[in-house]
């Protein structure tokens, strides 16, 4: 969520003064924001994670988080891909002769492709949530409270 927020704000940042900046210096911000923005890595399956392990989730519990996460994981994949792409045509025409609309058009898209990722990701905490009973519900929530 910290990478998401810092992110958002030197992008935000860049917009707000305008593309003099990118153009004068276009690597100036980059080595930065690459190094704030690793690749994502791969997620931990049901069971293995601390946060659901510590929830002594039944065998049944952890079949059916699976399903949950199997199930969105292609639509979650093509979202992050858009979001990838989206942010190197971003920072193309940041470099480039792109109009203040292209660029808030482009930087508008990738915010929206990032609202539609974590609008399914919390789907998923919702359906995950529906597996627990309250004891485990209370337990997640408080894990998730604290990663944040």
Request: hydrophobic share 35%; no cysteine.
């Amino acid at each position: 969520m910290f990478l998401h927020r810092t992110t958002f704000i030197i992008a935000a940042t860049m917009i707000a003064l305008g593309s003099s900046i990118a153009l004068a210096k276009p690597n100036l911000l980059l080595p930065q924001v690459v190094a704030q923005n690793p690749t994502p890595t791969k997620r931990q399956q049901p069971g293995q994670s601390g946060s659901l392990k510590d929830l002594n989730l039944t065998p049944q519990q952890m079949q059916q988080i699976k399903t949950i996460r199997t199930q969105s994981k292609d639509q979650i994949a093509q979202k992050r891909q858009a979001i990838r792409q989206a942010q190197q045509e971003l920072k193309a025409i940041m470099a480039g002769t792109a109009s203040k609309d292209q660029v808030r058009d482009k930087y508008n898209q990738i915010r929206t492709l990032r609202q539609e990722l974590a609008d399914v990701q919390f789907d998923n905490t919702l359906a995950i949530r529906d597996v627990l009973n309250p004891e485990q519900r209370q337990k997640f929530a408080e894990q998730m409270h604290n990663k944040r």
